[in-house]
């Protein structure tokens, strides 16, 4: 019995990783997605809340994105599931390497590489945005770009994220909001306010994302 409970656990992250990749691109596949103010995302940080990250990370594959993974045992099924994707990944968070996956993703942002952020995660609040993106986008020079994204019909997971998963053949939208730049010399107040600026308009994206499909 022991030896089996190992040889799962060993097998678990590959199994799962591969189901869930696989409902990914099906719901992706049928999914009527509408982009509006979609724009060149180069040398830039693109924030979206956590819980409706399936959607972007369907629609942007295969660009050779830039993401950021905690090395938790769900972030290893994440892990390769955006490797899956087409994305390239940097293994950190806010707990565990995380003063390394900063550094690490500035020097990809400097570079001119692109980072697709969930900046609420992976722990939450739900809806705050935590400092380390504003640490990469002070440091690097990028653009923070913030992005709404609705579909329905959708289920809404019993999550501390409220995970959005749409029903197949569902109408997706994902609004664009204006690039927010902070100055190479920002200090701690100016980055204060910049990342209750990115905040709000994360917010607001979201909100005109769900009423634009009547939620």
Known sequence: MGRLKYQWRAARPNVVSGL???????????LRLEIRNEQALDHC???????RSLIF???FRNRGYWVVISHSNDGEIQNRIFQKLGYRTIRGSTGR???RAAIEAIRVLRAGGTMAMTPDGPRGPSGVVQGG???????????LVPV?????PRTLAKSWDRYLIPWPFAKGLMIFGEPIHLDADAD???IEQKRLELERRMHELQKDA?????L
Do not use: Q, T
């Not at 769900?210 to 009547?214: N, S």
């Open 57 to 59: 990370g369907n629609h």
């Open 188 to 190: 701690e107040a100016a």
């Open 133 to 143: 993106v504003m640490l990469m986008a002070a440091r690097s020079g990028a653009a």
């Open 210 to 214: 769900d009423r634009c499909l009547g």
């Open 20 to 30: 869930l990749y696989a409902i990914v691109r099906a719901l992706g596949s049928v």
């Open 45 to 51: 940080i693109v924030c979206g809340w956590h819980g």
């Open 97 to 99: 390497g995380g003063a």
């Open 148 to 152: 709404g994204i609705s579909a329905r």
